[in-house]
Antibody
């Protein structure tokens, strides 16, 4: 059974960097058939896909264009996890952040528990 | 970006009712569509993928249909555990996008 366990701070100051980690069990971040995604949810934006990392003989990354200058998603094969970094945050980045696996190209079949991140001084 | 528009935004229904939720894509997405159910404080759970395929373990009272731009999620006989918010999501092109949600409430 695949499980995704999120960790990271729930409060970040404006202009600082939001950092979250998603630890994977039951699958591998280096899987050749899965992608590893970050999605956030807020009342103002709804569900918003942020980006993904995946391995197909080498590492690939895709990001939402609106965040491309601020976002980074990195795998850590030694710990079987992947991380989200979002730089220069503002209160508009306040949301529940989820990590999720896509193993088919069709949908997100496993999700982390969600982390409420509040951007406030 | 492909915009996903759901209707209605909320629906009140009783146990045993048939409920239909629609999702319209701003451009054709073939059958690259999934439906999710989300309960308060929880992550979304996939119900349907490829527009009409039931995810393993999901009750058969849930069904999906459609292709191109117009899609439907139907709950044939609403059960108490089905009161939740439902979202569609397109997987045709990046960025992947979600509908705004439909809240199914108790009448």
């Amino acid at each position: 059974q695949v499980q995704l366990q999120q960790s990271g701070p729930g409060l970040v100051k404006p202009s600082q960097t939001l950092s979250l980690t998603c630890a994977i069990s039951g699958d591998s971040v280096s899987s050749n058939r899965a992608t590893w995604n970050w999605i956030r949810q807020s009342p103002s934006r709804g569900l918003e896909w942020l980006g993904r990392t995946y391995y197909r003989s080498k590492w690939y990354h895709d990001y939402a264009v609106s965040l491309k200058s601020r976002i980074s998603i990195t795998p850590d094969t030694s710990k079987n996890q992947f991380s989200l970094q979002l730089k220069d945050v503002t209160p508009d980045d306040t949301a529940v952040y989820f990590c999720a696996r896509d193993s088919s190209g069709w949908n997100f079949d496993y999700w982390g528990q969600g982390t409420l991140v509040t951007v406030s001084s | 970006d492909i915009q996903m528009t759901q209707s209605p935004s909320s629906v009140s229904a009783s146990v045993g009712d048939r409920v239909t939720i629609t999702c319209r894509a701003s451009q054709g997405i073939s059958n690259w569509l999934a439906w999710y159910q989300q309960k308060p404080g929880k992550a979304p759970k996939v119900l349907i993928y490829a527009a009409s395929n039931l995810q393993s373990g999901v009750p058969s009272r849930f069904s999906g249909s459609g292709s191109g731009t117009d899609f439907t999620l139907t709950i044939s006989s609403l059960q108490p555990e089905d009161f939740a918010t439902y979202y569609c999501q397109q997987a045709n092109s990046f960025p992947l996008t979600f509908g705004g949600g439909t809240k199914v409430e108790i009448k």
